[in-house]
C-alpha cells in the first residue's frame, strides 16, 4: 500500500513560533498587557482568529468587530516582518534528512498547518520542492483539533487516510491526526504529547530504519 507523509510547519520543520511571539507580544503590549512565553504555549496549533481570543481573553480586554479585525491584520503584518530574513538555517535539526529520504523513494509528501503564510516560508528555507500538496490555513474551515487539514492533504496526495503518517509537535495536531486515523509522531516533550502513536525530542532521534518500517507496515 502506497504511504503518505504529512508534516506540520511550526515547530515541526522550522521553528517559527518565536516570531509568532513577538508578533502577539507586540499587539499585546501595544494593547497595555503583558504576554508570556508560558502563555504562548496556548497557542500552539491554534488558528490566528483563536490565537487573538485567547490573548484579548489573557489581557481581559474586549474587542468590537472591526478592531478585532484590524488586530488580526496587523499582527500578520507584524509577523511577515520578523520572518522576511528566514533562511535555511531555521530549519530544524535533520528534517532535511527525512524528507530527501521519502524523496529518493517517491513517499508522497504534504504539508498539513494552521499557518496561513506556509508556502512563501517554505520558499525562503528552500524546502518547497520536497512537498507534493500543501493544506493550510487558506485551505481549511476547521482548526485542529479537527482532523479536516490533514484529511484534506492525504485527498490531495491520492493515499488512504489510514495509510498516511503525520508529524505535529502540538496536542491539537497529534489529536488532529488520531482522530483522522493516522499515525501519529509527536515531536516534543512526551508529557506533553502522551496521546502520540510515538514520540521524539526532534528529528535528530528519529532513524531512517524507523521511517523504513513506517513506510511497509
Not at 480586554?61 to 491584520?73: G, I, L, P
Not at 513517499?107 to 507534493?132: M, R
Not at 487516510?161 to 497529534?174: H, K, N, Q, R, S
Amino acid at each position: 500500500m502506497k504511504k503518505g507523509f504529512i508534516f506540520d510547519l511550526d515547530g515541526v520543520i522550522v521553528d517559527t513560533a518565536k516570531y509568532h511571539y513577538l508578533a502577539w507580544k507586540k499587539l499585546a503590549n501595544e494593547l497595555g498587557f503583558e504576554f508570556t512565553k508560558e502563555q504562548n504555549e496556548l497557542f500552539k496549533g491554534v488558528s490566528r482568529k483563536r490565537c487573538l481570543e485567547i490573548l484579548l481573553e489573557i489581557g481581559n480586554r474586549t474587542a468590537t468587530q472591526q478592531e478585532f479585525d484590524t488586530w488580526m491584520v496587523e499582527k500578520n503584518v507584524d509577523y511577515l516582518k520578523f520572518i522576511e530574513n528566514m533562511d535555511a538555517s531555521e530549519i530544524l535539526p535533520d528534517v532535511p534528512k527525512i524528507l530527501e529520504y521519502l524523496k529518493e523513494n517517491n513517499i508522497p509528501i504534504a504539508l498539513g498547518s494552521a499557518s496561513k503564510n506556509a508556502k512563501p516560508i517554505l520558499e525562503k528555507v528552500g524546502l518547497l520542492p520536497y512537498f507534493d500538496a500543501i493544506v493550510d490555513g487558506n485551505n481549511v474551515t476547521k482548526a485542529k483539533p479537527d482532523p479536516e487539514v490533514f484529511l484534506l492533504a492525504a485527498k490531495h496526495l491520492g493515499v488512504n487516510a489510514d495509510d498516511c503518517i503525520v508529524f505535529e509537535d502540538a496536542v491539537a495536531g497529534v489529536e488532529a491526526a488520531n482522530a483522522a486515523k493516522m499515525i501519529s509522531i509527536g515531536i516534543g516533550e512526551k508529557n506533553i504529547l502522551k496521546e502520540a502513536d510515538y514520540i521524539f525530542n526532534d528529528f535528530t532521534e528519529i532513524s531512517i530504519s524507523f521511517i523504513q518500517e513506517l513506510i511497509e507496515k
